[in-house]
């Protein structure tokens, strides 16, 4: 029976009404790897920076090596013995400063380091780490020009030279190719064998098949599976995860009507294979596929970010190509991005600024804004999609972030478009709100195609009357949204070789 490293019982966490964790029962053992499965808003986050020490748990107890854990911020969790490798790999590094910097920075700062650092004494330990995990680079190599793959393992062995009792990965594949992520999971393999508990939180089945030895499910901030038992059974930790069976979803595929947005022999990359599609009006289509796999880069062709590198597209049966976004808003042609907080709020406007912010021409006569027109159209569409807020004037950052989501795709919803691209539509969001979103988006489908980019299966399976699975940019799938065949659904976005299996 292997050591139980951490221990959480009655876990709860609440911010505002909001009940995101829900009394977490569960175990992390030594030498084990745990993967960490549950869909945007099931509390995975908020469990990881409860463990890391970002958030205080409002009720429960938690125990590492069994000694009660309480850490009062992230520097106390990582001195106990609890690591992170964010997702976002420049978290764990600091780009700028070579290999050795990063990979000593912790060992500068312990107590009678002193004003001088001696450089030969720092290299030389930055290679003994470097050799312990197998890493072959030059440290004198500046982090910001190694690969993503160096970059990862560099935050890797950084959390090691800890020497943690518990390292959580949240999603440590979602930059890297295959042969690189064949390369990380090597080095968990070798990190389980040496006795460390792993917590490894990914939506990638290929990963889990590779590295789990149990999973646990999350659903609405509670555990709603656990699977240890051989052969573990993915099928039923996704239905735990998401509370029904994958393909169980309500909707009657739409066929459309006629082709909006035709595009043929697009090439997204240089050295990337030809894609040819057609999206038709009153039609949702949802893209679907791994990090990496050309749909940010389809969207952004589309809309006029990007060029393509061959191949042409056609709107309405006559030629396309935008000169940027605001030629392709002038088109009819509208995109919500992802990564709201970056590409698309902004902080010091309320949320009818925001809403409003492309068309406030349209609110406008001889250069004056005609801010009740405005306003009206804003609680028109607060009222359609459902923003909980107490009016238009509030400041979008007092906003949940489901909801700051429902404004920024409540903006592009305000003026009729001939094509709707969303790209990663529910990120961050909750359950409730990512079904309130895709209804509405449904609900307003007719006079224009809808093209949705997402990364998780079960999102696209709950909007979509068509599915297209991307995968090295190029088409690797389509399906019907009616009695999908999983298995070849998942292997078609996995690559080959990944075909999920069915347990029983």
């Not at 999609?385 to 903006?411: E, F, P, W, Y």
Request: proline letters at 3%; hydrophobic letters at 45%.
């Amino acid at each position: 029976m292997r050591n139980v490293t951490l221990k959480l019982r009655g876990l709860e966490k609440s911010f505002g009404q909001n009940h995101v964790l829900k009394g977490i029962d569960l175990e992390l053992r030594s030498g084990e790897v745990t993967a960490l499965m549950g869909a945007n808003g099931a509390g995975k986050s908020t469990l990881v920076k409860v463990l890391c020490g970002y958030h205080f748990a409002d009720a429960g107890e938690i125990e590492l090596a069994g000694a009660p854990f309480s850490p009062t911020d992230a520097a106390d969790a990582i001195a106990k013995g609890v690591v992170t490798v964010h997702q976002s790999i420049d978290d764990g590094v600091i780009p700028d400063l070579d290999v050795a910097t990063n990979l000593t920075l912790d060992r500068l700062t312990e107590p009678g380091v002193g004003f001088f650092v001696n450089d030969g004494r720092l290299r030389r330990q930055a290679r003994e780490v470097a050799e312990s995990m197998g890493l072959t680079m030059d440290v004198r190599m500046r982090v910001a020009d190694l690969d993503v793959a160096d970059r990862q393992m560099i935050a890797i062995a950084r959390a090691m030279a800890r020497s943690p009792k518990l390292l959580i990965l949240d999603e440590p594949t979602s930059s890297l190719s295959s042969s690189e992520a064949e390369r990380l999971f090597a080095l968990i393999d070798r990190l389980r064998d040496e006795g460390v508990a792993i917590l490894y939180i990914s939506h990638r089945m290929s990963d889990i098949r590779r590295v789990a030895d149990r999973i646990v499910s999350m659903r609405d901030g509670a555990i709603s599976g656990l699977f240890e038992t051989e052969p573990l059974d993915y099928v039923g930790a996704v239905n735990a995860m998401l509370g029904h069976q994958m393909t169980e979803v309500d909707i009657d595929p739409v066929a459309g009507g006629e082709p909006v947005l035709r595009v043929e022999n697009l090439k997204l990359f240089e050295d990337s294979r030809d894609i040819s599609f057609e999206a038709r009006e009153g039609e949702v289509v949802a893209f679907t596929g791994l990090l990496g796999s050309g749909k940010t880069r389809l969207a952004e062709i589309i809309y006029g970010l990007a060029e393509p590198h061959g191949g042409r597209l056609l709107l309405d049966g006559k030629d396309y190509r935008p000169k940027g976004a605001g030629d392709a808003v002038q088109k009819g042609v509208f995109m919500s991005p992802k990564d709201r907080s970056v590409n698309a709020v902004v902080p010091d406007f309320d949320i009818a600024n925001n809403m409003t912010l492309p068309f406030l021409r349209a609110f406008s006569g001889f250069s004056f804004l005609n801010d009740r027109m405005q306003r009206r159209a804003c609680d028109g569409m607060i009222d359609k999609i459902g923003v909980v807020c107490q009016s238009n004037a509030d400041d979008i950052n007092t906003l949940s972030g489901g909801n700051q989501q429902k404004v920024m795709i409540g903006r592009w919803l305000l003026k009729a478009s001939r094509i709707l691209l969303l790209d990663e539509p529910f990120q961050g969001v909750d359950i409730g709100a990512r079904r309130d979103i895709g209804h509405y988006i449904r609900q307003t489908a007719k006079g224009r195609t809808t093209l949705v980019f997402v990364a998780e299966i079960d999102e696209a399976l709950e909007i979509a009357d068509r599915i297209i699975v991307l995968n090295e940019a190029a088409i690797a799938g389509e399906y019907l949204n009616r009695d999908i065949d999983l298995n070849s659904l998942v292997a078609d976005v996995s690559g080959p070789g990944e075909r999920l299996a069915l347990a029983g």
